[in-house]
């Protein structure tokens, strides 16, 4: 069977993957398909830089803005309807672009993973996020860490959700999440990646990170932050960058300016966590994207570099 071709447009935040993903789709005829683990939630436009209806330029993006912020969504759910949208896209002669930072979710698709269905046990899950408040997200990461090191060094303590999730497969199967990630990786992927990372030096990309979190302030992230903080039942939104830094601010604990510093802080720190995860991939071809090339011959790079390898999986 012919593997489908697909050109993945990874890398950390603030390093320009919108732009370069929408000017490949429009010289290439191709769609977008988002790898985001938090712009699938509807709301969260400005924390998580989803890009306006401007910068897609009327080119489709797929699995962005659908999904209420307290429904779950596992890596399972992303890797099944992106399968899907894939084989939508290819159906019409269009090229599939994935574009996000969230390494599980790409290498979970490109690999084709598969996942063991398994039981949910929410009266566990609601033990362990109690456990969570009382003592802590690094407690249930230590937790993990002791039957599952492997899971637990690919995790920060932040993303509690995949924690608490990696916690309840291995109560309800007896089976490890990376175990399991191992024997679901014996099917051949059906898809020939083309993967592309926009390269910069740390301090060029630090310098960009934290100018993109002043141009939040700007367009109203303290404002988009106090409404989701409002509601409760959102412990997602209560996780994701560029709000729980801001919430000593929200509740009168804090001046604004060391909150935005720490978000500053985090953000880079999540940037560098995304550095780490994509340099174990091979076949990631880099693009230097500093040192004065302008936009214009990035993009022609990557159209060049795209041309090679369709030309070597014919």
Not at 11 to 18: D, Q
Not at 112 to 127: G, I, K, M, V
Request: charged share 30%.
């Amino acid at each position: 069977m012919d593997k489908q071709f697909i050109v993945v447009v990874c890398g950390p935040t603030a390093s320009g993957k919108t732009a370069l993903s929408v000017e490949l789709a429009k010289r290439l005829s191709g769609e977008i398909i988002s790898a985001d683990s938090m712009q699938i939630y509807r709301g969260m436009n400005i924390a998580t830089a989803k890009p306006t209806k401007e910068e897609k330029q009327g080119i489709p993006h797929y699995l962005m803005d659908f999904l209420d912020p307290h429904d779950s969504f596992s890596v399972a759910d992303y890797v099944k309807a992106a399968h899907g949208i894939i084989a939508d896209i290819a159906a019409r002669g269009k090229l599939p672009i994935i574009t996000g930072g969230t390494g599980l979710y790409i290498s979970s698709l490109i690999d084709n993973l598969s996942f063991e269905e398994t039981e949910c046990d929410y009266a566990y899950r609601d033990e362990l996020r109690k456990l969570a408040q009382e003592k802590g997200n690094g407690f249930l990461l230590g937790m993990l860490r002791e039957i599952d090191s492997e899971t637990a060094e690919k995790l920060h303590e932040n993303n509690l959700n995949r924690i608490i999730r990696a916690l309840e497969v291995y109560k309800t199967t007896g089976k490890t999440m990376s175990e399991q990630q191992r024997l679901s990786r014996l099917a051949p992927s059906p898809y020939e990646p083309c993967m592309i990372q926009l390269d910069y030096d740390r301090e060029t990309l630090y310098d960009r990170i934290n100018r993109r979190v002043d141009i939040m302030l700007a367009e109203g992230l303290v404002e988009e932050a106090r409404q989701f903080m409002k509601q409760s039942d959102y412990p997602t939104a209560a996780q994701a960058i560029g709000y729980k830094e801001l919430m000593p601010y929200l509740k009168g604990e804090s001046p604004l300016t060391p909150c935005v510093e720490r978000l500053k802080q985090e953000t880079r720190k999540y940037a560098k966590r995304q550095l780490t995860w994509f340099r174990r991939d091979e076949r990631i071809h880099y693009i230097k994207a500093d040192g004065g090339k302008n936009f214009s011959q990035i993009v022609d790079e990557a159209i060049d570099y795209i041309g090679s390898v369709r030309n070597k999986s014919k």
